[in-house]
């Protein structure tokens, strides 16, 4: 666990190990929190990164990705690396108790439309569950899932198919 403080400009420097995977969240009051998830391989120990984060203000409309909100393949119970996530979505939520949102669900195209749609739904309202179970209240949250119908990438890769399989959180 690795925590820094941007100056007056929003400028921050890290140094991080490299061969290891990371869970980058970036927040500023009253902007909805950035996440990210990323490896850095073995030889990438050497190289410097530059990494630019725009935060969203936090107003009806805006939207983020929980990019560090994972599921098991096929499955909708959550791991228990998406935590830290979650947990940051309830201190926002705590710290805004006038904010309502909507989880939103998403999948690859990988197996047939239906299967889809129905793992969707249940991915965001385990999301939905947690938040619950953690103190926020249900009216507060709504979840919806959307298969594999709005992707946000190819299904044609990997990297890309992965993109698309993805928990979004809107303001309301």
């Known amino acids: 666990y690795y925590r820094t403080t941007s100056d007056r400009n929003g400028r921050y420097f890290a140094v991080l190990p490299g061969n290891t995977n990371y869970a980058l969240n970036v927040d500023r009051k009253d902007y909805l929190f950035h996440s990210e998830n990323f490896a850095l391989k073995a030889e990438s120990k050497e190289r410097a990164f530059e990494l630019d984060v725009a935060l969203q203000a936090l107003k009806q409309g805006s939207r983020i990705t929980l990019r560090n909100v994972f599921f098991e393949t096929a499955s909708y119970a959550l791991e228990k690396e998406s935590f830290v996530e979650l947990d940051k979505v309830v201190e926002l939520l705590q710290r805004h108790p006038e904010v309502r949102v909507v989880l939103e669900g998403h999948t690859d195209n990988e197996g047939d439309d239906e299967s889809n749609q129905r793992l969707s739904e249940n991915r965001a309202r385990a999301v939905r569950t947690y938040l619950v179970e953690k103190g926020i209240k249900a009216e507060r949250l709504e979840s919806a899932g959307f298969g594999e119908s709005r992707p946000v990438d ?11 399989r993805r928990t979004e959180l809107r303001i309301l």
Do not use: F, I, K, S
């Open 154 to 164: 190819t299904n044609e890769t990997a990297e890309g198919r992965q993109n698309n």
